[in-house]
């Protein structure tokens, strides 16, 4: 992992919920924006990656590609495809640019094949067909369109044996400006949902009321933030994955954030454990930054401003207090 800056994993993020796949013309689609951004129970996300968009759709017929991709009459089709019927979850994930479209891909197959998921088919670079066909016409996605040879694809299915009866499509492509892009699809029976989505479900007819902070806290927060350049966040929970636990305290940031549109920071997290090496604190510490720019995203703040980053135990300096697993906010 590179160290020694906070620019490690900036994103440019636009939370535009997309129809994607390809639903058959005349069926109805129910949509469901899911927020909290976790991993499909079925499959996990890329250790260094970030979930930058994540829907569900309920019900829906779907066709699975099961071969490569041409156009006929001016119908983009595969040879070989499978319909299906289900909930259809769709997951993008942004992948840090140490690694590239192929570590991605032999990582997907080699856990799905751990899974006992059959393999249905695979293409690699240009075998697969027109990137263009594959982000516009097949998963209607426009960030997933890159050069031809850049691109991975994969599908596999669950065996017969196991309850979730679930397919998967798993999309990879490096674009031109050399970020990497993650994509995946799992169709299961319709009525399917893990608990992560049953608790992340946004009811968007009713939204919750929520107290806001008071002006003085915020008008405190600013004020620390640009005297000294950096503000240790309190009260901040996490799970054993190093996600944010719930419910999460950031509503005195996410409004000091919106009282000044000009402030843009970094998410730095710290931590330091005994009997873990310096790459899996690295690693940890990365995803508790990134678990908190996704909620500060959710929440409104555009990604633009927000890069976060990982030290590990490397700056082991604190002001006050016992500081060995914080999270800093630092004025860019």
Known sequence: MMLGTYKFASRFLSLVILLLGLPVVGTA????????????????????????????????????????????????????????????????YEVSQEFSGSDVYAFYQEQLTNNNYELL????????????????????????????????????RASSAQESGAYFSVYIITRVNRKIYAYIEV?????????????????????????QPSGVVVTNLLQQLRDQGS????????QSNDRLA??????????????????????VAHLKQDGQSLEELMRRSTSRANSLRQAL????????????????????????????????????
């Open 187 to 211: 169709v299961e029976p319709a009525g399917t949902q893990d608990p992560e989505q049953v608790a992340a479900i946004v009811d968007i007819e009713e939204p919750e009321l929520v107290e």
């Open 121 to 156: 088919y695979s293409c690699e670079g240009r075998e697969c067909g027109s990137s263009n066909y594959w982000a516009n016409d097949i998963f209607r996605n426009r960030i997933l369109y890159g050069p031809e040879r850049n691109q991975h694809f994969m599908a596999f």
């Open 246 to 267: 719930t419910p999460v305290d950031i509503d005195s940031l996410v409004a000091a954030l919106n009282s000044d549109q000009s402030l843009s920071v970094y998410l």
């Open 231 to 238: 503000v240790v966040l309190p009260a901040l929970r996490f």
């Open 297 to 332: 995203i959710a929440a409104g703040i555009g990604a633009q401003r927000i890069e976060a980053a990982g030290v590990g135990p490397l700056a082991p300096f604190c002001a006050t207090g016992n500081c060995q697993e914080r999270i800093e906010i630092v004025l860019r």
């Open 29 to 92: 689609q129910s949509e469901d924006v899911v927020v909290g951004f976790s991993d499909h129970s079925l499959i996990a996300g890329y250790t260094y990656s970030e979930i930058i968009e994540r829907e569900l759709q309920r019900d829906i017929n779907y066709r699975i590609v099961l071969g490569a991709l041409e156009r006929v009459r001016g119908e983009v089709i595969p040879e070989e495809s499978e319909r299906l019927r289900g909930d259809v979850t769709k997951i993008t």
